[in-house]
């Protein structure tokens, strides 16, 4: 009682006690071209604390994308609610940064010009948000990429872009979906753990989407499992017993990380198995 009557009084204990992301009974569902209802996701709670780095694992089209653009705010949910930092979400997530399997760079615009759009259209002046995006860009290992174009750039690089681009918003919730998918398995590591350097520094709230359980639990303090759809649910939430700081390559070798993973597999593979037959193998 006398905690709730304080977080009232103040909106920073408020913002502080509330969960950074907060899905309820959240249910999606969508009309198709006959007019029939397809529900992909089905009273899906989902919890993530500020600072906190949440994997969402399932088979493929069972609605964990689906369900981190409705905490992008990109639509409502048919049923149930969520919001964020305990306000209810009614529009674009303004406090989330958004990062795309697909890279999301203009081809036209230098890696240095990508970084800097964001704040130039926030109303930032070009030359300071020129020497902000460098410095982000030295941050990410690309200090002296910033006059390429995406094209001239890896696979890598161009994620490397993709962050800076996304973090230097300072956004207080990173979404992610799939974002290391197209790389290979040495590139995925390097940026996993490039990743997880970022993340420490300022442990934003992160809610990552995957289809590599390694790579959910390599990275996460939690993962969060969804069956196949359609109707997808969640049906396990294991926290990870790993200590950090971590690296990608060294903590897969570790017997608690083989532990998790056997656990987890378990829920996990008949739902993996289902998915594939539904989607024909695709």
């Given amino acids: 009682m006398a905690e709730g009557a304080a ?12 969960h950074a992301v907060s899905l309820r009974d959240v249910t999606i569902t969508f009309r198709l071209a006959d007019n029939a209802a397809f529900t992909a996701v089905d009273s ?6 500020d600072g906190e780095f949440v994997a969402i694992v399932g088979p493929t089209g069972c609605g964990k994308s689906t369900l981190l653009n409705v905490a992008a705010g990109l639509f409502p949910p048919t049923s149930g609610t969520a919001s964020i930092f305990g306000a209810p979400l009614t529009a674009l997530n303004r406090q989330a940064g958004y990062l795309f399997q697909a890279d999301a ?29 460098q410095a982000w860009l030295t941050r990410v290992g690309l200090g002296h990429f910033g006059g390429r174009y995406p094209h001239m750039l890896s696979g890598g690089q161009r994620k490397r ?31 996993g ?28 303090d939690r993962v969060v499992i969804m069956s196949a759809g359609p109707a997808a649910r969640i049906i396990g939430d294991w926290k990870v017993p790993l200590a950090r700081p971590r690296d990608i390559s060294e903590v897969r070798l570790d017997k608690a990380f083989h532990d998790l993973h056997r656990e987890i597999w378990q829920t996990l593979k ?11 193998g695709g």
């Fill in 7 to 18: 977080a009232s009084a103040c909106p920073s204990a408020q913002r502080a006690a509330a």
């Fill in 44 to 49: 899906a709670s989902l919890s993530v604390e």
């Fill in 105 to 133: 760079l203009f081809p036209w615009k230098t890696a240095l010009d990508n970084v800097a759009i964001g704040l130039e259209t926030a109303g930032a002046a070009p030359a300071a948000a020129k020497e902000k995006a």
């Fill in 161 to 191: 872009v993709g962050l800076a681009q996304v973090l230097i918003r300072d956004p207080k919730i990173l979404l992610m979906d799939e974002p290391f998918g197209p790389l290979d398995a040495q590139t995925r590591q390097i940026m």
């Fill in 193 to 220: 753990n490039l990743l997880l350097d970022l993340w420490s520094a300022d442990k934003k709230a992160v809610l990552f989407v995957t289809h590599d359980l390694e790579e959910a639990i390599a990275l996460s």
């Fill in 270 to 280: 008949d739902e993996v198995l289902k998915g594939y037959a539904q989607t024909g």
